[in-house]
Structure formats: structure tokens, C-alpha cells
């Protein structure tokens, strides 16, 4: 049972990977990659980093990141097919 935050996490994640597959070549919003500053549907950040951790640690979102050479830092994350049902199943997915 996702409670109404990861259900908002959920939604913004998945409406920018819908539009960014789009602009690619595959089409399929799952597993596609987004950037964390883009999908940040909360006030701060820590209840973003909160929440995406939750949905982490349930296997329905994947987390990953890097670290350019002049120390700046990527954070990006995607939805598993799991977050996916999940989402579905809450009718959260509009």
C-alpha cells in the first residue's frame, strides 16, 4: 500500500519519463532515467530524499548517480515495472 506521498513521487517520476521516452527512441517510460531536480513534486528536498528512499527500499524506484570531475553531482531516478503495478493498483496513474 503506497501512502499519498509515494503516490505523488510516483506521478511526477513517471509523467517526466513518459515525455522524455517520448523524445526518444524507445517510447517506454520504464527503467528511462530522469533527473531528481526535475521531479521533485514536494516543498524541500528532504522529503523528497524521504520519500524516494521509502520507494527505494520497496524495490519501486531505482536510484543511481555521478560525480563529474569538477565535483558536481547528478542524481537521477527511474521507475521499476514494479512501481509501475504498484502505481496502477492505487489508481494512480492518470
Known amino acids: 500500500m503506497l501512502d499519498s506521498d509515494e503516490v505523488l513521487a510516483l506521478n511526477a517520476i513517471l509523467d517526466d519519463a513518459v515525455a522524455k521516452s517520448k523524445?526518444?527512441?524507445?517510447?517506454?517510460p520504464i527503467f528511462h532515467d530522469v533527473n531528481v531536480e526535475d521531479v521533485n513534486p514536494f516543498a524541500d528536498?528532504?522529503?523528497?530524499?524521504?520519500?524516494?528512499d521509502k520507494l527505494a527500499k520497496k524495490g519501486l524506484i531505482e536510484c543511481s548517480g555521478y560525480e563529474d570531475t569538477t565535483g558536481r553531482t547528478e542524481e537521477?531516478?527511474?521507475i521499476t515495472p514494479?512501481?509501475?503495478?504498484a502505481l496502477k493498483s492505487m489508481g494512480g496513474v492518470h
Open 82 to 85: 514494479s512501481g509501475l503495478d
Open 76 to 78: 537521477y531516478v527511474c
Open 23 to 28: 523524445e526518444g527512441d524507445d517510447g517506454d
Open 45 to 52: 528536498e528532504r522529503t523528497q530524499s524521504d520519500v524516494y
